[in-house]
Every structure is written in structure tokens, then in C-alpha cells.
């Protein structure tokens, strides 16, 4: 099990994002605690109210909501029931067990997760210390429920978030198929929550793929000179379609700022996949005398790997970006090595494809093993096979040639001298 914390300043954009989940048919809500009456039967104003009842108690606490998601492994295989066994168990354990809190189960991803809206705001007023709650009581209460309920351990584990949680495969946003908003939300926070990623360009590469796009204005203009970030829908041809919706009006606010503090995170993130990128582009070489571009690319999209290569208005190819979605990464070229830069990736190719013959592969690995074993013969200068085997016979044969001619040329002389006498 994998918990995550959310602190915000608006419970009553978390509800809303819940909701709409809700009316959608990709959630439903699962449990209520601390609200008196029919939950079913409450509208979102009073749901809202119940919440916003205890935080006007203190006003001065500006940061008063908490979104808490509990991821469970694909192997988990959990009844409503015991998701709300476990729910309560786990807040109760971290001190949120007297607190009005709405539970909803998501169907957005392939694995069971649940997400947990709540204020941090007494009945008395007072505030609950969400800081260092992760070590302090959210650590200790995963172990114990997982023990509890027998449920995949994430401890252990290389990363504890390595457990097979995962978001559902992500389709390309279609305008007017579904409501913008809900639209671009639902993909930013799955690439957010998923893609490890290092640049807003290398963010939009991504985003792009489902025909979003991350946009800060144009030059000079006052939205770009405050930091400013709008995302938009965009065509297949990449013109962006529909109202653009602020950054700030989408939850978990993936601002230019806060997309920043991911930046410097995953820079290291993603380097125990560089290799691996390398290797799968090596690999496509391999298979080709001679390569096209569209062959290339082609070939990588069947590792789940899709290349872009950045031109600007005149069409000169300055850059090039791959993109991993096996292992959620993003590299330039730059970032792998001059090797896998846009110039010497299109330095390797041809205007023809010429595949290496399979039959060709066969001949050669025998080869290389008959050639393994160590000889301490003194190897030849050359790889002329015909000229080592001939040469094999030449020692015996070649004095022998000479010797006689001599002979017989010396007799020849010694009559020659007695005739003259």
C-alpha cells in the first residue's frame, strides 16, 4: 500500500475534482464519516458546507484542506467492505479519526486507490500538524495495515511507490467529446503522477502526445512576464482548440512554480533510465545496413518510444526528443551523449532501407566462437585464407626446385668445358 499527502488551500476544488469523477462514472463515493443524515442524498453545497463549517473556526489557517490517496498493488484484490475497513483503520491511526471526511473510490487506473478529502480544522478550532505526518503516523499505519489485511508490502522494494500502481492508459483528448476542463485535468494529473520529466519543453512533448499542451503566452506579454501557465486542447495539427484553462483552476495546480519543484526532482529520478534509452535506439541500428528517418522512428514506436525532432519556422532540425513511455521518461538528445544528438541521429541515416540480412546474422556467430579459444600460434598479417593454406605446402616444395636446376646447370657447364678443350 502507498499513501499520498496533499495539502491545499481549497477543499472546495478537491470535492469538485471528486465529483466530477463521481458524474463522469470513472468514481463513485464510498464512505462518509462525521456527516450527519443521507450522504447520498447531499448535493455539493452541502457537502461543501460541512467542511467549510469548521474552517471559518480559524480563519488564520490559510493551508486547511488534505487530499490522501491510498494506492493498493494490482495483486490486492480488496472488497468495497474492506476498502472502508481500511480507510477508517488508517485515519484513525494518523489522528484524522474524529474529522468529517468523504472517501471516494476511483475506477481511473488499473489499480484500487481511493482518495480521502478532509480538513485539517478542529471542532475547537484548533489546527492537526500535518508536518512530518508521512514518517511519523502515515509510515507506521501502512506496516501495520498491510500485516492487518495482508496486503502487498511497498517496503522493501527499490522505490516504495513500485508497487503496480499505475494510471489507466491514457486515450487523446477529443474536443467536444468530453468537458475540457475535466479533460485536461484528468491528463496533466496522470502525466504528473506518472512521467518523469525535466523542462516544460520536455513536459509538453509528453502532453502533447494526448493533444495537450502547456502554454505561457507569448513574448512580452504580461502573463509571461508574472509566470503565468494555461493549458489548452490542440488539433492533430497542433493548433490549440477550445477555452484554455488557467493552471491555477486545475487541481493539484500544476503552475509553472510547482511544475518547477518536479523539474529538480526528477532530474534524478530518470537517470537509472538513460542506459536503457540508449540501448533500445542502439538496437534499432543493428537491425539496418541502412536506415530511413520514418523506419527509425517506426521502430522505436514499437518499444513504446516516440521520437521528436524540433524544427524551427525555417525547417532546420535543431533538436530531437525521445520519449519513453515503457519507462515514463523524457531525454533530449543532448541528455544521452553527441551520439543521440538531432545532428548525428540524422548524420546515420539513408534515403534507403536496407535491413541485415537474418542468414548473414547465423554465419557470423559460429565464426566468432571457432575464433574464441586462445592459440598461441602468432597470428597472420592478413585474412587471405587461401594464401595461409598454400603457404602451408610451400616450405617442402620450394628448395627442392632450385637445387636441381643448379645441378643441371652446373653439368651443362662441365661439358660445355670439355668440348672447348
Known amino acids: 500500500m502507498v499513501a499520498r499527502f496533499v495539502n491545499g488551500k481549497n477543499i472546495r476544488g478537491m470535492l469538485h475534482y471528486n465529483e466530477n469523477k463521481v458524474a463522469a462514472g470513472e ?19 452541502q457537502k461543501l458546507q460541512r467542511f467549510e463549517h469548521l474552517t471559518m473556526l480559524n480563519t488564520r489557517v490559510k493551508t486547511n484542506a488534505v487530499h490522501i490517496t491510498l494506492n493498493f498493488d494490482e495483486q490486492d484484490k480488496l472488497s468495497n467492505e474492506q476498502l472502508q475497513q481500511i480507510t ?37 478550532g484548533s489546527r492537526i500538524d500535518t508536518h512530518g505526518i508521512g514518517w511519523k503516523l502515515s509510515e507506521p499505519a501502512r506496516i501495520a495495515l498491510e500485516k492487518e489485511f495482508e496486503l502487498v508490502q511497498a517496503k522493501g522494494r527499490k522505490n516504495s511507490n513500485t508497487l503496480n500502481i499505475k494510471p489507466a492508459n491514457l486515450e487523446k483528448a477529443i474536443y467536444g467529446k468530453t468537458p475540457t476542463k475535466r479533460t485536461i485535468t484528468n491528463i496533466v494529473n496522470a502525466v504528473m503522477g506518472s512521467y518523469k520529466f525535466t523542462s516544460l519543453a520536455e513536459f509538453n512533448a509528453i502532453l ?89 522512428i517506426a521502430e522505436l514506436q514499437k518499444q513504446h518510444i516516440n521520437v521528436v525532432f524540433r524544427v524551427n519556422e525555417q525547417g532546420y532540425t535543431y533538436g530531437i526528443t525521445y520519449i519513453d513511455n515503457h519507462n515514463k521518461t523524457v531525454f533530449n538528445g543532448s541528455d544521452l551523449g553527441k551520439t543521440y544528438s538531432a545532428k548525428a541521429i540524422l548524420d546515420r541515416f539513408s534515403t534507403k532501407d536496407k535491413q541485415v540480412k537474418p542468414e548473414l546474422k547465423k554465419e557470423h556467430k559460429p565464426i566468432l566462437k571457432r575464433n574464441a579459444p586462445k592459440t598461441y600460434l602468432k597470428p597472420p598479417q592478413q585474412t587471405n585464407y587461401l594464401s595461409l593454406a598454400l603457404a602451408k605446402y610451400q616450405p617442402e616444395a620450394a628448395p627442392s626446385v632450385p637445387r636441381k636446376k643448379k645441378k643441371r646447370r652446373s653439368k651443362e657447364k662441365e661439358q660445355d668445358q670439355v668440348l672447348d678443350l
Do not use: C
Not at 468514481?27 to 453545497?45: C, P, Q, T, V, Y
Not at 471526511?101 to 481511493?114: F, R, S, W
Open 27 to 45: 468514481a463513485r463515493l464510498l464512505l462518509a464519516s462525521g456527516f450527519a443524515g443521507e450522504i447520498d442524498k447531499f448535493n455539493m453545497e
Open 88 to 124: 477508517l483503520s488508517y485515519m484513525e491511526r494518523i489522528g484524522f479519526g474524529d474529522q468529517p471526511y468523504l472517501v471516494y473510490k476511483h475506477h481511473d487506473a488499473a489499480h484500487t486507490h481511493v482518495h480521502i478529502a478532509t480538513i485539517n480544522i478542529k471542532p475547537d
Open 208 to 296: 502533447k502526445q494526448f493533444n495537450v499542451i502547456a502554454d505561457r503566452g507569448s513574448e512580452n506579454t504580461l502573463m509571461r512576464e508574472k509566470g503565468g501557465l494555461i493549458y489548452s486542447l490542440i488539433s492533430e495539427k497542433g493548433q490549440q482548440v477550445g477555452i484554455p484553462i488557467k493552471a491555477s483552476a486545475i487541481y493539484n495546480k500544476p503552475t509553472l512554480a510547482n511544475l518547477q519543484k518536479e523539474f529538480d526532482k526528477n532530474i534524478e529520478k530518470r537517470k537509472q533510465y538513460k542506459d536503457q534509452l540508449k540501448e533500445a535506439i542502439e538496437s534499432v541500428f543493428k537491425q539496418y545496413d541502412a536506415i530511413t528517418k520514418n523506419t527509425f
